[in-house]
Nanobody, 125 residues
């Protein structure tokens, strides 16, 4: 079974950058679709970014497009989320997710079976 551990969160000023990491243990991530979601206090968990199992397609929420980049390092079995030009509204608990079966949509939390414990990102304005 794959276990996911996020890191890299913290407190940053608006306009700054952070790089989140999601390290996997137990199995290689090369055959998994990987995604990032976030959840702000009092709100539902929402899609941020993902790529397909093949890595051939990448998807971003409109709110982060052009500012965030998802990537993977298969050698390190790690997925990253580079976050630039951070805004106060990006403040949330960020979760890494993995799925090795085909899903018609990666935008829904219901499409993902494996989750990390989350890492907090706080952006001060």
């Amino acid at each position: 079974q794959v276990q996911l551990v996020e890191s890299g969160g913290g407190l940053v000023q608006a306009g700054g950058s952070l790089r989140l990491s999601c390290a996997a243990s137990g199995r290689t991530l090369s055959n998994y679709a990987m995604g990032w979601f976030r959840q702000a206090p009092g709100k539902e968990r929402e899609f941020v970014a993902a790529f397909t199992r093949s890595g051939g397609s990448t998807y971003y929420a409109d709110s982060v497009k052009g500012r965030f980049t998802i990537s993977r390092d298969n050698a390190k079995n790690t997925v990253f989320l580079q976050m630039n030009s951070l805004k106060a509204e990006d403040t949330a608990l960020y979760y890494c997710a993995a799925e090795n079966e085909y899903r018609s949509s990666l935008y829904s939390t219901a499409s993902w079976r494996l989750w990390g414990q989350g890492t907090q990102v706080t952006v001060s304005s």
